[in-house]
């Protein structure tokens, strides 16, 4: 059990935000596999406090429980207010994104540029802190800091100790800094450290963010960075079964654990997908969409490579359906995972 506040989660584990990926399509299916806990992509104040579109987008599912709205922004006052929108929409959480390192981001004083500027970051999470009053609990998302300077540090270690002092119930910490943005191992000595100097023990729970591809990753972390909580990103894209997986793990069930989806399982997962993105975005931009993600799903596929390319051509539901059709049809044994693989060109984002 970890608690999030008044949350309480049956598994060490969540989704991570992930921008582009992260909608309520790939939330669904990741909770239909054991995922405990999801965190939507970062939202744009202004986007939510404009209503419209931004609110729409927004809006909630009720299968889509617990979950955090993550907020990005520069100014406490709309980022505050933004809260107050995500609470009236029924989240569960209220998250602040401290760590995205896309330079146009960046370049707005939002995300991870707060992490260079302190006092900016902490008037943020006070107004978020004031606006909330307590009705559901707020977390930060942070990287370890701006950059490896000695005044990073500093600046990491003051925003870090105001969240705390500010009442929040907790922070993940990716282990990269913002400069570093995905080249590089995360530091998980770091989260070590960070864990060691402030335990995770008084009601602020310390999650770990990085380099997370297997369940057996999810246990690792847990074990050598010590933290309570671990953020599933990248590892999940195209791979709802690592949830699974990582309660199987923790259910003493190794075997489970390591066994690959079977080919009619991913038709199934693939099938159920696309019709939740269809649901959300209507076919055409759910087609769009399902490309990034049939191409990551094809990974589990014994015929990796031409299933992958079969998915790079789909501009339809049709081809879609041809590509389950072709490659889904006959059921066999999945591939097992090849983290390398999996590893490869996902350094775009926040
Ligand atoms: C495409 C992409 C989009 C992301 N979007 C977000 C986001 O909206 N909010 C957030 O907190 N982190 C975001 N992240 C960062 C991830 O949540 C995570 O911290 C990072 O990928 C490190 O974990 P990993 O190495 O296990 O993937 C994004 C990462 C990627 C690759």
Request: with cysteine; net charge neutral; proline share 5%.
């Amino acid at each position: 059990m970890v608690r999030i506040g008044s949350i309480t989660l049956d598994a060490p584990f969540f989704q991570a935000g992930l921008a582009g990926y992260s909608d309520a399509a790939m939330r669904l299916v990741a909770r239909r596999h054991g995922c405990p806990y999801c965190v939507t992509e970062a939202m744009l104040d202004q986007f939510l406090i404009q209503g419209g579109k931004g609110v729409r987008a927004a809006e909630l599912r009720d299968e889509d429980h617990p979950i955090a709205g993550q907020l990005m922004g520069s100014h406490p006052q709309d980022i505050a207010d933004g809260a107050r929108v995500l609470i009236g929409l029924g989240y569960d959480v209220v998250d602040v994104n401290l760590a995205c390192p896309v330079r146009k981001i960046r370049r707005k004083c939002r995300g991870g540029h707060l992490l260079s500027v302190p006092d900016e970051a902490i008037a943020i999470l006070d107004a978020v802190a004031q606006s909330v009053a307590g009705e559901v609990p707020c977390t930060v998302k942070l990287r370890r800091g701006t950059d490896d300077s000695p005044e990073a540090a500093a600046a990491f270690e003051r925003i870090f100790e105001a969240a705390r002092r500010l009442g929040y119930a907790g922070a993940v910490v990716h282990g990269r800094t913002v400069v570093q943005k995905y080249l590089g191992p995360s530091s998980w000595p770091f989260l070590r450290k960070l864990v060691d100097q402030y335990g995770c023990s008084d009601g602020f729970v310390i999650g770990g963010s990085g380099d997370v591809w297997t369940a057996s990753d999810i246990e690792r972390m847990r074990s050598e960075a010590g933290v309570e909580l671990v953020s599933v990103a990248r590892g999940c894209i195209g791979n709802p079964w690592l949830f699974a997986q990582a309660r199987a793990l923790a259910n003493g069930d190794p075997d489970a654990a390591a066994r690959p989806p079977t080919i009619h399982q991913q038709r199934d997962v693939l099938r159920e997908h696309f019709e939740l993105s269809m649901s959300l975005h209507g076919q055409r931009r759910a087609g769009m969409l399902m490309r990034k993600f049939g191409i990551k799903f094809s990974l589990h596929h014994p015929r990796a490579e031409q299933v992958k390319r079969a998915f790079i051509s789909v501009a339809s539901l049709e081809d879609w359906r041809a590509v389950l059709e072709t490659w889904f049809e006959q059921d066999g044994p999945g591939r097992p995972a090849d983290v390398e693989l999996a590893h490869t060109g996902e350094a775009d984002g926040i």
